[in-house]
């Protein structure tokens, strides 16, 4: 059975490791065994060393939404409507997916995924659409249901998945890709411009979505699709045996 590693959000102030339902039962619905992956302190010895079995024992990640990332991690200052960040989960998700990126496994990024994608790859942030982008929409409504529709660009892998131009997407996000990474295309947008999904030009097996496809994949299968895809393509790549 393929295997897909959601990356851990973890609630600090408690001490408890969580997972929302969605990331699970939506990777469950496309045939796969989720697994949580642990969140690694910043200071664990042997840190590569842990990242590298997390690596190995995955065919395909999901990287989950999420708190927003430092902008020194694409060096800006910090915009003072910037929210709150989370250095021990910066650090371990900016490793995995410069990682994971190499290892040609596929990856659905979603929402602080698509983030992370874009500035391990080199792109930067809008760090507040309220204050940055001039005429957004208001894009922090609800992640569970559908907000705005997006425009898929025609040839995109994304829209070969989805099978549509249009897509209605739930919208619970302050920030988006500014610049996007080199090598890296915008493949769907909002009605105000603002970028909601990328890929890579080269055609790797890499998605990156700004809305939240998990919560919509029982009622919406262009959302199941995204999910669907990257379990189809981490069976195409799995090398353990089949049970
Ligand atoms: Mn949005």
């Known amino acids: 059975m393929v295997v897909i590693g959601l990356t851990p959000t973890h609630d600090f102030k408690n001490e408890h490791a969580n997972m929302p339902w969605g990331y699970m039962i939506s990777v469950i ?3 796969a065994l989720p697994v949580i992956l642990p969140m690694l302190p ?3 010895a042997n840190y590569g060393d842990f990242l590298k079995r997390c ?4 065919d395909g990640f999901v990287f989950t939404g999420g708190s927003d990332v430092a902008p020194q991690h694409y060096n800006e200052e910090q915009h003072p409507r910037c929210g709150e960040v989370v250095p021990t ?6 490793a995995l997916m410069k990682m994971a990126l190499d290892s040609g496994k596929p990856l659905l990024c979603i929402c602080r995924g698509v983030q992370v994608l874009n500035v391990a790859a080199g792109g930067t942030l809008y760090q507040d659409l ?3 982008y001039p005429g957004s929409m208001q894009h922090g409504k609800s992640n569970s249901e559908e907000i705005h529709s997006v425009k898929i660009e025609h040839g995109s892998m994304l829209h070969e998945i989805v099978g549509k131009d249009t897509l209605m997407v739930s919208s619970c996000h302050h920030q988006a890709v500014k610049a996007p990474a080199p090598g ?6 909002a009605e105000d411009g603002v970028i909601e999904a990328v890929e890579f030009e080269d055609g790797r097996p890499v998605l990156g979505v700004q809305w939240h496809p998990e919560n919509l994949t029982a009622t919406n299968p262009g959302h199941l699709a995204q999910f669907q895809w990257l379990v189809g393509e981490a069976g195409k790549r799995a090398r353990r045996p089949r049970v």
């Open 29 to 31: 619905r496309a045939g």
């Open 55 to 58: 690596l190995e024992l995955v």
């Open 89 to 94: 989960r910066d650090k371990m998700d900016l």
């Open 42 to 44: 910043e200071d664990q």
């Open 130 to 132: 309220g204050s940055q």
């Open 184 to 189: 890296m295309k915008v493949t769907a947008v």
